[in-house]
């Protein structure tokens, strides 16, 4: 298991740090006393000791580059990574047999014949490789202190709303103080060491990585590690890279070895560290990072240590501070974060929902800003060089759930980065439409990595899976909808026209119903009772197209374009296969009616509630019959699964308006079986997403806006009978402010940026409302204006 290696890495830690040529000693961790008082900001997690696994320590990210503090008082450790740094190079996955083979396998599924099609799927249709590259680390900076006796008052912190983690302590009369932050505005992590004494700063530095490297010093004061990304399965290593940290000491001396330094006698100490690769995009692998990283670090350095850090906290804040949540409070904010998340079960202790709900936006903006790679499995976090499902991007679920909360919870800009993949994805996919499906428009099955590999993966009942693409472009529209940018939909309408273009082009008729279905497909991860996964026209496919041909007809209305086109998604969109009743009263998965006999009843995927969240299809108001299918859906997969299936049960009980419910399973995502010590998500192992799906459940409980109105706290919980939410964004175009009391609301504001018309909705009273662009309105809870 991924954590049974952890601590036997963190053992071997304590006992030696190997380098290229150089071991650094490393001085046993001091006994702790004393008792450290919570910060004074209440969006932190602390905790009153270091931390011993990866699962403990804190992150910092700029989108770019990232950081995982241990907070060790002798023996510092920051794990490193750079978003670019993956596996491999260039190349193109499509197996060449796979298109001559198509035809046998539809014929087999339509035959029900789905083990045979599987085995060949396999065989002939799976890409080669059939993996795809792992996301890896960049490596440690290991800082060795002096041997150190007694420690009191310790306490390490990560406060969200600066974006800095902090240690701190007092040893031998002296406090010292770290702080590290990644900056977005300088591109630098920046680490700062102080004492509270005199000459008191004194360390060794080193780094520490699995990669293919040379480590060696320049310059006196500037340690560089230069490499070679590694290979995987058949694909060589295409990139340089390299990580570069300089130390600043303000008084006190610097000493060198070849690939080593000391510090000795300071007052304070600043590091900052940079790192990059050579690529430049997917196919193209020729940048410097030597010139990237040496020119980071020389700006950085010409800034006093204030300055960067003021910069920073200001560009964090513009995001971060956009959005406010107070669900009540109570004495548990006072103890550290790790026993919060012990003691949650025991109830009264509302404001650590907050605290989730913050540090997944946290999350996000610290591992997905614009110009940088899309948050993946791990977010921008990892120690590995093989992590769990290679930390990639898993687009059945996964990447997507990543990208839920961003538009709801105000970082609309932090969905960039998966716009700019999802375009590449439509270039490197038309190759595999064409290649594999003899189709035009593109397509991409249920992963993807930096080099935008579009093929089907792994083995039939897991890859081939064609609706990736489509499932993506929902965020594409979805960042039209929040925004109303006509010029930025112009942009992607040919990305959404490609993916739905694929589809016409392949979409094959049922011969029983004549319905037009997928085939070859499965129901993302789970098999049905005959033998396999691989089925045609499963219904989140059904679901998915029906959102992506109706987006697409939606985007062309409104830039008064294709008609023709229009036209034939229309015809195509009456003829999938429609939602499904089946006997025990649940939505069926599948075009039969086999969800009885599906060899696991508790799944973890509910790919056919799609159609509930995060589409729009199926609404307790809209379509009722079908709701409460829904609802007999989720009460036979249960409500305790892995991290981010637990979050995805979550956001399906607040669309059906069930706020107790939705509730109830926070607490099992909140328990420590579900959620690590630094508050990262455990499918297990981590994986990020149940961090951004529990933040959008969250906001989903208090603010829901799709099937054409914005409804105000639709699933509120009776845990949280008072509060307040300020920045939540709905689609239309409008910022919303609310507050309640005694489960009821009190107050509402509505600010437009770019909508005119929004229908609301509190319980059964409904109200329309007019605003231009930049204005607000105040209302109260009967829906009128407040004059």
């Known amino acids: 298991m991924l954590t049974s290696k952890t601590n036997a890495h963190s053992l071997r830690l304590v006992l030696s740090v190997i380098l290229t040529g150089i071991s650094l000693?490393?001085?046993?961790?001091?006994?702790?006393?004393?008792?450290?008082?919570?910060?004074?900001?209440?969006?932190s997690l602390w905790y009153r000791q270091p931390a011993t696994k990866w699962e403990e320590a804190l992150p910092v990210g700029n989108g770019r580059i990232g950081a995982m503090v241990f907070g060790h008082v002798s023996n510092e450790r920051l794990q490193l990574n750079e978003d670019t740094l993956w596996a491999g190079g260039p190349y193109d996955p499509v197996n060449p047999q796979a298109q001559a083979a198509l035809p046998q396998v539809r014929q087999l599924v339509f035959d029900g014949k789905y083990s045979e099609a599987g085995k060949l799927i396999n065989a002939k249709v799976i890409s080669r490789p059939s993996g795809q590259m792992p996301y890896q680390t960049a490596g440690d900076l290991m800082l060795a202190f002096p041997d150190s006796g007694t420690v009191e008052n310790y306490r390490r912190d990560l406060n969200l709303d600066t974006a800095?983690?902090?240690?701190?302590?007092?040893?031998?009369?002296?406090?010292?103080?770290?702080?590290?932050?990644?900056?977005?505005?300088?591109?630098?992590?920046?680490?700062?060491?102080?004492?509270?004494?005199?000459?008191?700063?004194?360390?060794?530095?080193?780094?520490?990585?699995?990669?293919?490297?040379?480590?060696?010093t320049e310059s006196g004061n500037t340690l560089v590690i230069r490499g070679t990304n590694a290979s995987a399965s058949g694909i060589k290593g295409a990139m340089n890279f390299q990580v570069r940290a300089r130390v600043l000491a303000d008084g006190g001396t610097i000493s060198t070895t070849a690939n080593s330094m000391a510090v000795t006698n300071a007052d304070s100490v600043t590091i900052l560290i940079a790192a990059a690769t050579s690529y430049k995009n997917y196919q193209d692998v020729s940048g410097d990072p030597e010139a990237i990283v040496k020119g980071q670090i020389a700006a950085a350095a010409k800034k006093k240590f204030t300055k960067l850090l003021a910069a920073h906290t200001q560009e964090h804040q513009r995001l971060f501070q956009r959005v406010a949540l107070d669900l009540g409070t109570s004495d548990a904010v006072k103890l550290p974060t790790d026993e919060r998340i012990r003691n949650f079960h025991n109830g009264n202790d509302p404001q650590f929902a907050t605290l989730y709900f913050q540090y997944g936006r946290y999350l996000l903006i610290s591992s997905s800003r614009p110009g940088g790679q899309p948050a993946n499995l791990q977010g921008l976090w990892n120690e590995s060089m093989n992590p769990p499902w290679q930390s990639k991007y898993t687009i059945n679920i996964n990447t997507e759930m990543n990208y839920w909360p961003a538009e709801a919870c105000n970082l609309g800009e932090c969905v960039e980065p998966l716009i700019a993949m999802v375009k590449d994805l439509s270039v490197t996919g038309a190759r595999t439409a064409k290649e594999m499906y003899g189709a035009r428009g593109w397509v991409v099955h249920h992963n993807t990595d930096l080099w935008r590999a579009?093929?089907?993966?792994?083995?039939?009942d897991a890859g081939m899976w064609p609706s990736g693409g489509a499932w993506l472009c929902d965020h594409l529209w979805d960042r039209y909808e929040f925004s109303g940018d006509k010029k930025y939909l112009k942009e992607v309408y040919p990305v959404m026209r490609g993916a739905a273009q694929f589809f016409l082009d392949t979409l094959?008729?049922?011969?029983?119903?004549?319905?037009?279905?997928?085939?070859?497909?499965?129901?993302?991860?789970n098999g049905h009772p005959f033998g396999s996964a691989v089925c045609a026209g499963p219904a989140m496919d059904e679901e998915i197209l029906r959102d992506l041909f109706s987006n697409c007809i939606e985007a062309a209305k409104i830039l008064d374009t294709d008609p023709e086109f229009r036209q034939q998604l229309e015809q195509a969109r009456a003829r999938l296969a429609p939602l499904q009743i089946g006997k025990q009263g649940q939505l069926q998965e599948w075009l039969g009616d086999w969800d009885a006999q599906a060899g696991d009843q508790q799944h973890r995927h509910i790919s056919h509630l799609y159609a509930?969240?995060?589409?729009?299809?199926?609404?307790?108001?809209?379509?009722?019959?079908?709701?409460?299918?829904?609802?007999?859906?989720?009460?036979?997969?249960?409500?305790i699964t892995t991290g981010w299936a637990i979050a995805w049960r979550i956001n399906c009980w607040a669309r059906l308006h069930d706020g107790d419910r939705a509730m109830s399973i926070i607490n099992h995502l909140f328990d420590p079986s579900r959620t690590y010590p630094n508050m990262f998500d455990a499918h297990p192992p981590f994986q990020i997403d149940g961090n951004f799906g529990g933040t959008s459940a969250i906001a989903e409980m208090l603010l829901q806006s799709q099937a054409g109105e914005i409804e105000l706290l639709p699933a509120l919980p009776s845990a949280w009978p008072s509060g307040s939410v300020k920045g939540l964004r709905a689609r239309g175009g409008f910022e919303i402010d609310l507050a309640w009391d005694g489960g009821k609301l009190t107050s509402i504001k509505i600010k437009s940026v770019g909508g005119h018309q929004a229908k609301l909705r509190y319980g059964s009273q409904t109200a329309e409302i007019e605003l231009k662009p930049g204005n607000e309105v105040r209302l109260n809870p009967g829906l009128q204006r407040v004059r």
């Open 612 to 639: 509930l969240f995060p589409s729009s299809q199926i609404t307790p108001r809209g379509t009722p019959e079908l709701a409460e299918a829904a609802k007999v859906s989720l009460n036979k997969r249960g409500d």
């Open 164 to 216: 800095v983690t902090t240690v701190e302590y007092t040893e031998s009369g002296t406090r010292f103080t770290r702080q590290v932050f990644a900056s977005p505005v300088d591109q630098v992590i920046v680490v700062r060491i102080t004492a509270d004494k005199k000459k008191a700063v004194s360390f060794s530095a080193g780094f520490k990585t699995p990669q293919r490297v040379a480590i060696e």
């Open 454 to 460: 579009t093929g089907p993966i792994d083995f039939a």
């Open 25 to 43: 000693h490393l001085s046993a961790e001091p006994q702790l006393t004393g008792n450290a008082s919570a910060p004074s900001e209440p969006l």
């Open 508 to 525: 094959q008729e049922n011969p029983t119903n004549h319905w037009l279905v997928t085939n070859p497909s499965i129901s993302p991860e």
